[in-house]
């Protein structure tokens, strides 16, 4: 009666790794199954530093085409107004004799300028060949200690 079979008296206080090791798996695979449903729109790598790129040269170049847009509706290439169906003509003409590399529209817009509105000129001037647009922006001036003093 008293006869044991295999193992000792002593307690086992080791702790048995490979059910712990199973559950960690399981969880992992779980986690990386799920998180990247859990994302919602799109992924948008934000600048870490508030000021602006540098300006490109080529903006102030007399040749460049600029588009201004002031107020919405209003289009300006130089100080000449142009309404929105006039233009992708305009533009044409202006870069029919320009290469490659210079055939760039750099648009302008007012900080209250709707964003269709500029979608509508992107279009406009995307239905004349031109694949290179460049949005302009004001350069942040001085530092932030500069600019409250």
């Known amino acids: 009666m ?3 079979v295999g193992g000792t008296d002593e307690y086992n206080s080791d702790i048995n790794v490979t059910p712990m090791v199973d559950v960690m798996l399981v969880l992992l695979i779980i986690f990386m199954i799920v998180t990247p449903l ?3 729109g799109v992924t948008v790598n934000i600048p870490k530093e508030l000021n602006s790129p540098d300006e490109d040269a080529n903006i102030t170049k007399d040749t460049s085409v600029v588009l201004a847009i002031p ?3 209003d289009f300006y290439i130089g100080k000449d107004p142009y309404p929105i ?6 533009v044409k003409t202006l870069m029919k004799d ?3 590399e ?3 529209v750099y648009i302008k817009a007012g900080i209250d300028v709707d ?5 509508r000129a992107i279009d406009t001037i995307r239905k004349q060949e031109i694949d290179k647009i460049g949005l ?3 350069k942040k001036k001085g530092t932030p200690q500069q600019a409250a003093n």
């Open 98 to 100: 320009k290469t490659a």
């Open 115 to 119: 964003y269709g509105t500029v979608v």
């Open 136 to 138: 302009v922006a004001d």
């Open 85 to 90: 169906e006039e233009l992708g003509e305009r």
């Open 38 to 40: 859990l994302q919602q």
């Open 102 to 104: 210079e055939r760039i």
């Open 71 to 73: 107020n919405n509706n």
């Open 2 to 4: 008293g006869a044991k």
